[in-house]
């Protein structure tokens, strides 16, 4: 599979800072006055925090993040491919703030991030080999599975099946480890509008949102987000977006496990 370089949390200096919004928020069954607390990486190495000032600096950060999420709220942070939308996925109110905030169609779903691919299985009825798994995850691919009764009836309540992902991204695996539930994961964008590879670039969304968590820029400039494939059908599998990891999901497909396109892909 191809594995895409992007900047580590490492060896992080974290530089916390907070603002107040002087407007109403609108979203659904927010507060009128929400603070943002901005999260800074400065990453100086590769890999897991190895020395105590970087364990402490990575737990502060980690934690920040996790008790915004188990308020219900939204935030927003880097993965191995763009920015993205965050909120715990069995939280139907958290769930409506993310489209409130992207003013995303109701009929559009979210996907969900794991931290591990055993998870997976809690939220997804799997039907291929976990060996097919673990040669596209952790990594830039979407697979669109069946879902499970234990995942939130109202996440994309319109359709029996989800996007699940485990990302190539040491921050988010850890979120999702330590929150020990599901996240829906969605681009931190207005509806419509380009995909961000740089915090910077959704400013205007960080008044609604609880924490954003700034990695820098993300090294893979495409903005074409992750690989979207449905696997859902027992020995077919199905483009649905073409995305960042495209031939090399297709090798892994058809080249090491002899899955056929849907036809109406072809």
């Known amino acids: 599979m191809v594995l895409f370089s992007f900047i580590r949390t490492a060896g992080i200096r974290l ?6 919004l002087n407007r109403p928020f609108r979203s659904v069954g927010m507060c009128k006055e929400l603070k943002t607390r901005v999260l800074r990486l400065s990453a100086q190495s590769s890999g897991d925090p190895t020395s105590q000032q ?4 990575w737990t502060e950060l980690l934690s920040t993040t996790v008790k915004a999420l188990k308020a219900g709220q939204v935030v927003a942070v880097p993965t191995d ?22 003013g995303r169609n109701g009929d559009k779903p979210l996907a969900i991030c794991v931290g591990e691919i055993q998870d997976i299985y809690r939220f997804c009825k799997v039907s291929v080999k976990e060996e097919l798994l673990r040669d596209l995850l952790p990594g830039p691919v979407t697979l669109v599975l069946e879902r499970s009764s234990t995942l939130n009836g109202d996440l994309n309540p319109f ?42 670039e959704f400013e205007d969304l960080w008044p609604s949102l609880a924490v954003v968590v700034d990695g820098g ?15 859902s059908v027992c020995s077919r599998y199905r483009i649905i977006r073409p995305g960042c990891a495209l031939s090399a999901t297709v090798q892994v497909l058809e080249g090491k496990y002899g899955l056929l396109e849907d036809p109406v892909n072809q």
């Open 15 to 20: 530089n916390i800072y907070s603002f107040t």
């Open 217 to 231: 820029p993300i090294g893979d400039k495409s903005r074409l987000g992750s690989t979207v494939v449905d696997l």
């Open 54 to 57: 970087q364990q402490q600096e």
């Open 159 to 200: 359709t029996k099946l989800i996007g699940v992902r485990v990302p190539d991204h040491p921050f988010m695996r850890r979120l999702c480890q330590m929150c020990g539930e599901p996240l829906a994961l969605t681009s931190a964008n207005v509806s419509a509008q380009t995909s961000s590879v740089a915090a910077n």
């Open 81 to 102: 491919t763009i920015y993205g939308l965050a909120c715990v996925a069995q939280n139907s109110v958290a769930v409506r703030r993310v489209y409130d905030i992207k």
